[in-house]
């Protein structure tokens, strides 16, 4: 049997625009959900389904920086609504390396401070358009 080489999620770089919120960021997730009909007509046994458009979507998350005033704070708090660019590198950067590259709108903004742990932050965006998905030169 022949095992691969993980991704270590820790290798991941995440651009909001030209801002490298990196070091912020502990979790990001990329959902594709494409629709999906149902065509099956009358007389067989089994549905026949077809895909169609694919419904794309992107959340992150992660730690709240008050010690910078280009921090997660700056680049999104206040601009929910707006589209921006997401550049998302899982196996890090380098040559030969994957990257995807897509219009976010960015939807729903969440701040969360609990008493005995650190101010944190997420973001849940409705990508708009194609992912695009490039080799790093």
């Known amino acids: 049997?022949?095992?691969g080489i993980p991704a270590h999620g820790k290798m991941t770089v995440i651009k909001v625009g030209t801002d490298d919120c990196s070091s912020w960021i502990k979790t990001s997730t990329l959902e594709k959900n494409p629709d999906i009909h149902d065509v099956t007509g009358?007389?067989?046994?089994d549905k026949l389904k077809v895909g169609g458009q694919r419904d794309n979507s992107f959340s992150m998350s992660g730690w709240y920086d008050l010690t910078v005033d280009t921090g997660p704070g700056d680049i999104?708090?206040?601009?929910?609504?707006?589209t921006v660019a997401i550049t998302r590198m899982i196996q890090g950067t380098g040559t030969g390396l994957p990257t995807q590259a897509f219009a976010a709108v960015l939807g729903k903004y969440t701040e969360t401070s609990p008493c005995d742990d650190?101010?944190?932050w997420a973001v849940d965006c409705a990508v708009s358009g194609p992912v695009v998905k490039t080799v790093q030169a």
Do not use: P, R
């Open 76 to 82: 999104l708090d206040g601009h929910e609504g707006e």
């Open 118 to 120: 650190i101010v944190t």
């Open 42 to 45: 009358y007389g067989v046994d």
């Open 1 to 3: 049997m022949v095992v």
